[in-house]
């Protein structure tokens, strides 16, 4: 009976697969979910910022990861927001990985809506959501 009543709480309370608004809890610093993919317009012709659907074991905990793909050159930065919403860089794939050679994960504050990884930069909207790309090829702007 215990059992019954508790799934019965949990399909009338928390069986949403919709996000939720920017200022609830469990809203991500990026504003996708893992899966989008947003194409942006730059000199390069499209980039598109990927939210990889799967995870990394690095370090000792997994990391998510984007890839941002412009014609057929991807570069995939992998990152972890923790428990109280700091966000950490873990690496860069083929550059360097947080755990290797001594490398350490390092913070990434969000300053005026804008995340930097290296040599790119996402800048996010009010609601969360990227709305500009800055790598060494240029600007990019949805």
């Not at 005026?112 to 790309?133: A, C, K, M, Q």
């Amino acid at each position: 009976m215990k059992l019954a009543v508790a799934l019965l709480v949990l399909l009338l309370t928390g069986c949403s697969s919709t996000p939720p608004p920017p200022d609830e809890p469990g809203r991500t610093w990026l504003g996708m979910v893992p899966g989008d993919a947003i194409p942006f317009d730059g000199p390069g012709g499209e980039l598109v910022l990927i939210y990889v659907d799967e995870t990394y074991s690095m370090d000792g905990t997994n990391a998510s990861a984007l890839t941002w793909r412009l014609g057929g050159d991807y570069t995939t930065d992998y990152f972890v927001e923790d428990d109280d919403a700091t966000l950490w860089w873990y690496g860069r794939r083929g550059s360097w990985r947080a755990g290797r050679h001594g490398e350490e994960p390092r913070r990434v504050d969000i300053v005026e809506h804008r995340v930097r990884f290296g040599d790119r930069t996402i800048t996010l909207s009010d609601d969360g959501g990227p709305v500009e790309l800055e790598t060494p090829e240029g600007v990019y702007t949805r």
